[in-house]
């Protein structure tokens, strides 16, 4: 497949260079990269499943570790993984049980299953052979979302007729990858809304009157207050500046020319202000397994200020930002030292960097990110709906399969 | 995907350009100097690798991101190796990105290399020249977006070079590249480059500007905190220039101040400032130092050691700037202090300190080593004991136990160093015998000589090496028992460059001393240019700006006026090409109309005083022969009143300096003058009005000429009728 390996080349390439950057960009790009590398997979009459899930891992050993700090990527590979082994597995159940998928609905709500082991390629396989197994969470959390947000269409009952059609006639290789193209197309719908997702749910956590804090700028965050805003509630928006990239600026331009009622602050004046306000919302650039989160540089410094006055610490952040790991020395590994010249002016302090005479003992260190640990966050907000910190693990048991945690499965050399 | 990532590429395109051209740029691998002997001997600067990467790649990875699509790679000396490492690499199978390598064995400068690339015709719109020496992360559309405008408006702007604020140190008045101090005149609203000077070490305050420059233009702002990049966006036509004008070697010191004093053709150099974003082009060994700290430091980000790794090997940041590549193999009582790169395969002993260094691919390192500041390249093996401070020790050089390398010693490939020897201070140690031709005089830099030797070396690199280990294994050699290598002599006039362009920082004493004799000249001297810059306007910086005091200029013009007249008259020449000749002169001197006017009339007058003459009669009788011969030469610049006026002040200033003989006939001469139409009544009146109102010993003459005055003014009317 030589087109695939070069547009995974050129992906590489962006990520490398830093020309793919934020979560969403990031996650969308590795969900398109991976449909076109399913779409131009041959499957093979037996085994499809397995087939797609070593194509996927083998493009996704190669791009997760290009940028680390993107976990997106990583999760998103994951998160393809996990639905072609849930595709394989409705597959085989239909197929076993010579249900449609009406069958599985019905057990919609079956709550003994939330925690249903994941199975491993092997076992699907195994699966597929001996009994007939109900789809886990995902499928139906899917089917709850695809009836809930779209109307069913009537190709959803002829889904699962043409499986079995196809399954009679014994080429269901196309059908399958079809099937699992389609629930990748569904995420990556799912991404591309994320912010409108979170955004409905606004107004049941923006109360009238609250005055809300905010650090550097984020897309969702202002989708969210915008949304906020045009249910009528009336509140006031305190928006730290997110030193030295200055991004809180702009989001406060664009709070005050939709005209919510907003005030900017320097970051060192979060403490003094945090006295005043009802409500922290944050964005997040990716959500840990434990429910610590990696977010632009200076929101610990808010969470804390913001747990000493017991005022809510909420996080706003798609599924996709969802990760699946723990954080282990996340100051270091999971942060992002950029370019001093967003501190300090290159040119201005040039002769105290200057290493010949002597003098050269000024340093300049630029983190992008911090680490906030999961006891300072009061609430996430997700598309599918707000959620504890100590949930994240559920979260993350739904989205991925725990086959899938480490992608690289040779014996690797080094770490 | 490829779609996503050309948009990318467009966004620097021109919207409105019908015929899109793809952005090129034309990279020098060869810097045509000879600041990186000896190991320039061996291998191309462009391959030497700047924390563990071959600099080339910092380039062409800026040269990509930036959204170059094609780039055309100049190798000229050890050209084979350059391709041959591009032919490895990943960047001749890049999608999007084209890079093409020409060759030329005879170029010995950036102007040569710039006539073949010209030959070749393979640029064909705006492009960018860039050499292979150079670390950027700057994004070129703005800059691009500038250069288009200014050309649509304007078709002489053919260049736009990339500067950058960095101050220079005031002591030892050259930047932390360890380049010399710049001085640009730029025009703050244009941003159109007046004036460019990398001053040599003369910087003793004083700067000639052209006085025109004041004139021409309403503002101009003259700085020397900024720093040239060396990246340039150039127009087709910046190829034809070096076509058109062959001699033009050096970029900066012929093609840029050519174009900025050549008026004739009119062509336009424009910068655009750099703020936040890095560029240094590494152009000697302290600039090879500052870029890497830089680097290790991210200025430069995203090309740091863990974003960018080529190769396999991925390296990592840990705590306080240390980066890491895998497989290293560390003693748990070695240090490795902060702001280090260790590569990949490396051992390091117990008890050994690295500080502040870049250390290479697999090289061992034993036990109770001191590196501090050094740049270890690949394969290298330090034995037990050493001592190395800010060195570059080149690929598989070995150490021998306790040897000692003193601050700025460089040592090219396979040097061997014998134990317990230690190396000087500033010495350069090679396999390779110093070359006899050498001359590390940079203003010869490109001369032709070197470049020869350069490209023997390349074709027999090996064999030299080889005969050159066996014939100085000899047990006692110049680097202690069992080492191999000859130390280079520093030649004449760079022994006080040594400190300046070395790796090691600039001695303690060196800058105390500079520092007081900054303070001695502050003191003792005004003319000092302090940062805000004390002008003296200066007419003109013609080349003969060296041996005369161009504030004399005028005095010079005079002189040539007059030597000329002089000859016309002795050799019989026709006055139309004697003004041909003034007209010339005119030019060349950049003078008004007037001063010719004033100049010729004063070479008459003195022609007139220096023929023989016995009374004031027979004066004036010469001055009205010379008149009635010569007198088109002068009026043909007596087309306006000024011009009359200038040359009755002229007669005025003779009178009362030159020639005292005139004085008593100066009414006459002016009433013949008046007769002759030299000069109008309009312009005796005005002059006379001029002097109304200035002191009375200015006065005299126009006292004395009160009575022509009188009698110009009673008869205004009949003016016409009564002329004789």
């Known amino acids: 497949m030589p087109d695939v390996q070069a547009l995974v080349n050129d992906f590489v390439n962006l990520l490398k260079k830093r020309r793919i950057e934020g979560s969403q960009a990031t996650a969308k790009q590795t969900a398109v990269l991976l449909r076109s590398v399913i779409s131009q997979q041959r499957v093979p009459h037996t085994n499809q499943a397995t087939v797609l899930i070593n194509a996927v891992r083998a493009v996704g050993e190669q791009i997760i570790d290009v940028n680390p700090i993107e976990l997106a990527v990583g999760n998103i590979v994951r998160r393809v993984l996990h639905i072609i082994r849930e595709e394989d597995l409705s597959l085989v159940t239909d197929a076993v049980a010579g249900l449609g998928m009406f069958a599985g609905s019905d057990d919609e709500d079956d709550v003994e299953r939330d925690d249903y082991p994941a199975l491993s390629a092997a076992s699907v396989a195994a699966a597929a052979r001996s009994t007939s197994r109900p789809p886990s969470l995902q499928t139906l959390l899917e089917d709850v979302t695809d009836s809930a947000v779209v109307p069913p269409t009537p190709s959803s009952g002829g889904d699962s007729e043409g499986i079995s059609r196809t399954l009679e006639k014994g080429s269901s290789g196309r059908k399958f990858k079809h099937d699992v193209i389609e629930a990748v197309n569904e995420l990556i719908q799912d991404i591309t809304s994320c912010h409108e997702q979170i955004a409905e749910q606004a107004v049941e956590h923006i109360h009238q009157n609250e005055v809300i804090l905010t650090l550097g700028s984020s897309k969702t965050v202002l989708e969210f207050l915008c949304a906020a805003k045009e249910k009528k509630r009336s509140f006031k928006v305190v928006v730290a500046e997110g030193a030295p990239r200055y991004q809180g600026q702009v989001l406060a331009k664009e709070l005050a020319a939709r ?75 999971l942060t992002e030292l950029r370019s001093p010249s967003e501190l300090l002016d290159f040119g201005e302090f040039s002769d105290l960097m200057d290493s010949a005479t002597g003098s050269g003992s000024l340093h300049v260190v630029n983190p992008a990110f911090d680490y906030v640990p999961p006891n300072l966050v009061s609430l996430f907000i997700t598309d599918t709906g707000g959620h504890n910190p100590s949930y994240m693990y559920r979260l993350i048991a739904d989205y991925y399969s725990a086959d899938d945690l480490v992608v690289k499965q040779r014996p690797t050399t080094g770490s | 995907m490829g779609a996503q990532k050309k948009s990318g590429a467009r966004v620097s395109e021109d919207p409105d350009e019908l015929v899109r051209v793809p952005l090129q740029a034309v990279l020098l691998a060869d810097s045509f100097t000879t600041k ?588 009205q022969a010379v008149f009635t011969k010569w007198k088109k030469a002068l009026t043909s610049y007596l087309t306006d009143i000024d011009e009359q006026i200038e040359v009755i002040l002229k007669f005025e200033e003779i009178c009362e300096e030159s020639a005292k003989e005139f004085a008593p006939l100066f009414t006459r001469i002016l009433h013949y003058l008046y007769n002759e139409d030299v000069v109008e009544e309009d312009a005796i009146l005005s002059w006379e009005a001029e002097l109304k109102d200035a002191d009375e010993a200015d006065k005299v003459f126009v006292k004395q000429a009160q009575k022509l005055i009188q009698w110009l003014k009673e008869a205004p009317e009949e003016d016409d009728d009564d002329e004789e």
């Open chain 1, 259 to 333: 005209g919510i009622q907003t005030t900017v602050i320097a970051d060192s004046a979060t403490f003094a202000m945090i006295s005043q306000v009802n409500m922290v919302i944050v964005g997040a650039h990716a959500v840990m397994a434990n429910g610590g989160v990696i977010a632009p540089i200076g929101l610990h410094m808010v969470a804390l200020a913001a747990q000493r006055h017991a005022v809510p610490f909420v996080v706003l952040a798609g599924s996709h930002k969802l990760c699946p790991l723990y954080p282990h020395n996340p100051q270091v590994l």
């Open chain 2, 36 to 623: 990186f002997r000896p190991i320039t001997l061996e291998r191309p600067k462009v391959l030497l690798p700047l924390v563990n990467v071959p600099m080339i790649n910092y380039t062409l990875t800026w040269l990509e991101s930036a959204g170059v699509e094609e780039v055309f790679v100049f190798c000229c000396s050890h050209s084979k190796q350059v391709i041959s490492y591009l032919e490895k690499s990943e960047w001749l199978s890049q999608p999007n990105f084209t890079v093409t390598t020409v060759e030329s064995q005879n170029s010995v400068s950036a102007g040569d290399a710039l006539r073949v690339i010209y030959e070749r015709n393979v640029i064909h719109g705006d492009f960018v020249l860039i050499s292979g020496d150079t670390v950027s992360n700057m994004s070129l559309t703005q800059a691009l977006l500038e250069h288009k405008e200014r050309k649509k408006k304007d078709s002489n702007a053919v260049m736009t070079m990339v500067i950058k604020r960095s101050k220079p140190n005031p002591a030892i008045h050259q930047s932390r590249l360890g380049t010399d101090e710049l001085f640009m005149a730029i025009d703050p609203n244009t941003k159109q480059l007046l004036y460019y000077e990398d001053r040599a070490d003369q910087s003793k305050g004083t700067l000639h500007l052209d006085k025109s420059l004041l004139a021409d233009n309403p503002s101009l702002s003259l700085h020397h905190d900024k720093q040239d990049c060396y990246i340039d966006i150039c127009s087709p036509e910046v190829l034809s220039l070096f076509t058109d004008n062959f001699d033009y070697q050096h970029l900066r010191r012929h093609f840029v101040k050519g174009l900025l004093l050549d008026d004739i053709m009119g062509y336009k150099i424009f910068v655009h400032e750099i703020h936040s974003d890095y560029a240094a082009r590494i152009d000697n060994f302290r600039s090879y130092d500052t870029v890497s700290k830089d680097i290790i430091h991210r200025w430069t980000y995203p090309l740091v050691p863990d974003v960018m790794n080529f190769g396999d090997t991925a390296t990592k940041l840990e705590r306080q700037g240390i980066y890491r590549a895998s497989e290293i193999s560390q003693s748990q009582s070695a240090v490795i202090g902060p702001f280090t790169v260790i590569g990949s395969g490396t051992k390091i002993g117990h008890n050994t300190k690295i500080l502040n260094s870049v250390i290479g691919e697999g090289c061992k390192i034993g036990s109770n080593v001191i590196i501090e500041g050094c740049y270890i390249w690949d394969n290298i093996s330090i034995e037990d004991g050493c001592k190395l401070q800010h060195a570059i020790v080149c690929d598989g050089v070995i150490i021998k136990s306790g040897a000692v390398l003193e601050p700025g010693v460089i040592l090219s490939f396979k040097v061997v160093v014998g134990p317990e020897f230690v190396v000087p201070p500033y010495s350069n140690v090679s396999l390779l015998q110093q070359p006899i031709e050498e001359d590390s005089d940079e203003e010869l830099e490109y001369a032709d000589s070197t470049s020869v030797i350069g490209s023997q070396v390349d074709k027999s690199d090996v064999e030299i090496a080889s005969k050159v280990l066996e014939t100085h294994f000899s047990p006692a050699s110049e680097l202690g028992m069992g080492g191999a290598g000859h130390v280079w002599s520093t030649c004449e006039g760079s022994h006080e460059e040594e400190w300046r362009h070395s790796v090691a920082p600039i001695p303690k004493d060196k800058v105390m001393e500079a520092i007081k004799t900054m303070k001695d000249d502050l003191e003792n001297d005004d003319s000092f240019l302090p940062p805000s810059g004390e002008l003296k306007p200066n007419s003109n910086y013609s080349d003969d700006d060296d041996h005369e005091d161009s504030r004399d200029d005028s005095y010079y013009f005079e002189k040539e006026v007059e030597a000329t007249f002089l000859r016309a008259v002795h050799e019989n020449i026709q006055e139309s090409h004697l003004i041909l000749e003034i007209n010339s002169l005119k030019l060349s001197y950049n003078k008004l109309a007037a001063d010719c006017a004033g100049a010729v009339f004063s070479a008459m007058m003195k022609y007139a005083l220096d023929t023989p003459h016995s009374s004031a009669d027979v004066l004036l009788q010469n001055v």
